[in-house]
């Protein structure tokens, strides 16, 4: 059995090996983005029809989003949730997880 403390630093570390890529990534994304959208004649330039490259960076931004959202949910269902209900167990075993007592008002 692993204690609490060590299953909360293994939760914390397996988080931010997720999170500190994916937002270092993000950030050069969107910086790019913005980089590239302060240049009127690159974004104004026709794709197909009225489309241009600004709708383009637009909604590529928005499905880099979505997508990301996605990877997250999936990676925190099979890496992170088991071991944070681990957690919640051990709390539990130790009593440290008490139910929340009311407050008056």
């Known amino acids: 059995m692993r204690t609490v403390d ?3 630093a293994e939760l914390a570390t397996r988080r931010a090996r997720f999170v ?4 270092g990534v993000s950030l050069i994304v969107y ?7 302060s240049y009127s004649e690159f974004v104004t ?6 489309i241009n490259v600004g709708y383009v ?20 269902r099979r890496s992170f949730d088991p071991l944070a209900e681990q ?7 130790e009593g440290s997880l008490a139910e929340p007592k009311e407050v008056a008002a």
């Open 87 to 93: 957690l919640r167990h051990a709390l539990e075993r």
């Open 6 to 8: 060590e299953l909360a």
């Open 57 to 76: 960076i637009a909604v590529c931004l928005i499905c880099a989003t979505f997508f990301v959202a996605l990877a997250y949910a999936r990676w925190a």
């Open 31 to 37: 910086t790019g983005a913005l980089v590239a959208l």
């Open 45 to 50: 330039a026709t794709v197909v029809g009225n």
């Open 20 to 23: 500190w890529p994916v937002l």
